[in-house]
T-cell receptor
Framework: GENVEQHPSTLSVQEGDSAVIKCTYSDSASNYFPWYKQELGKRPQLIIDIRSNVGEKKDQRIAVTLNKTAKHFSLHITETQPEDSAVYFCAASEDNQGGKLIFGQGTELSVKP | GAGVSQSPSNKVTEKGKDVELRCDPISGHTALYWYRQSLGQGLEFLIYFQGNSAPDKSGLPSDRFSAERTGGSVSTLTIQRTQQEDSAVYLC??????????????FGPGTRLTVL
């Protein structure tokens, strides 16, 4: 089955700097890759997603890149702000598996003012 | 509109007791998922329902865990003979699952289960 590895487990940046979180997946059939943000004590919320027919997607300060050949995808946050501090999870899913998400272990991002 | 709701928000039980956790998905969402999040850990897939199809139970950790979805809406996750290692936050999510496949999942607030 699918296995998703996520790095780093913790990341500390200064406000205004960029943050990059990387994930690799094992199942070449996976075709949907969402990123979720989870603030302390709250539910995970989708911040951006990408499908395998696209190499890059951007939404304001957030972008995701996908390399299908290497089976890895990354989250890029530019101009970080203190409110970006949270745990970020990547996930992989396959349409033929009904869309069940296999999550990475999470990255705790801390943005210092 | 209303999001995914779960009840109870917190549940404390004694080892060996059975518990039932409830999930109300977003109206019109055909897919419903259960995940488990242990303290400081990622989310672990448990079970998935899509329409009238047989559920995908591949993530259930043992036969003490079961789930049902009645009328294509509300779902109940049951844990029998609870163990201390079952302590975790149980999250439910629902999705439109357009074309029956992967789609944005909306999560509920979770049920925090503590087994003493």
């Amino acid at each position: 089955g699918e296995n998703v590895e996520q790095h780093p487990s913790t990341l500390s940046v200064q406000e205004g700097d960029s943050a990059v979180i990387k994930c690799t997946y094992s199942d070449s059939a996976s075709n949907y890759f969402p990123w979720y943000k989870q603030e302390l004590g709250k539910r995970p919320q989708l911040i951006i997603d990408i499908r395998s027919n696209v190499g890059e997607k951007k939404d304001q300060r957030i972008a995701v890149t996908l390399n299908k050949t290497a089976k890895h995808f990354s989250l890029h946050i530019t101009e970080t702000q203190p409110e970006d501090s949270a745990v970020y999870f990547c996930a992989a899913s396959e349409d033929n598996q009904g869309g069940k998400l296999i999550f990475g272990q999470g990255t705790e991002l801390s943005v210092k003012p | 509109g209303a999001g995914v709701s779960q009840s109870p928000s917190n549940k404390v039980t004694e080892k060996g007791k059975d518990v039932e956790l409830r999930c109300d998905p977003i109206s019109g969402h055909t897919a419903l998922y259960w995940y488990r999040q242990s303290l400081g850990q990622g989310l672990e897939f448990l079970i998935y329902f899509q329409g009238n199809s047989a559920p995908d139970k591949s993530g259930l950790p043992s036969d003490r865990f079961s789930a049902e979805r009645t009328g294509g809406s509300v779902s109940t996750l049951t844990i029998q003979r609870t163990q201390q290692e079952d302590s975790a936050v149980y999250l439910c999510a629902s999705s439109l699952a357009r074309s029956g496949g992967a789609d944005e999942q909306f999560f509920g607030p979770g049920t925090r289960l503590t087994v003493l």
